[in-house]
């Protein structure tokens, strides 16, 4: 099953089941990190509707002319994860190239899923490439939307 480029769907990113302090996240931190990174970032502090936990809600521009939207939960130590919203394979890819590069102590403490599979029964998480570059990534994330390992 070939996987359109512009198929677009929601991924959320999180550290590994058996180590969920592996980010050593907060929400502080990864405020400062994409607003480093991204000067010209969409920063807003929210509460989650669903968990009722502090959530940083963000857009950026990743590549010139390329936005991600998401929101960040990472509320405590052992409980962690970032969604990114209606995006495309290519986007994805270098959002999460930058949360595996700049952001997460270890790259190889980031897994991810996808709405798109998730609507078809898999919610089995999958390994970010713990090295490689976005389009290496993004190989991946497609190959996660096509269904094949």
Do not use: K
């Not at 990113?13 to 607003?35: C, G, K, M």
Request: hydrophobic share 45%; net charge negative.
């Amino acid at each position: 099953m070939a996987v359109e480029h512009t198929l677009r769907s929601n991924f959320v990113f999180a550290p590994p089941e058996d180590n969920p302090a592996a980010w050593q996240a907060s929400l502080e931190t990864f405020r400062d990190a994409l607003a480093h990174a991204f000067p010209d970032a969409f920063l807003e502090s929210n509460t989650s509707g669903l968990r009722d936990v502090p959530v940083l809600d963000f857009e950026i521009e990743v590549a010139p002319n390329v936005f991600v939207t998401g929101t960040a939960a990472l509320p405590a130590p052992d409980y962690a994860h970032v969604s990114i919203i209606d995006v495309t394979a290519h986007a994805a890819a270098l959002f999460a190239q930058w949360l595996r590069d700049s952001y997460v102590p270890s790259p190889a403490s980031v897994r991810f899923l996808s709405s798109f599979i998730m609507e078809n029964g898999d919610e089995a998480p999958w390994p970010l490439p713990a090295t490689g570059d976005s389009t290496e990534i993004e190989a991946v994330l497609r190959s996660h939307l096509a269904g094949t390992e």
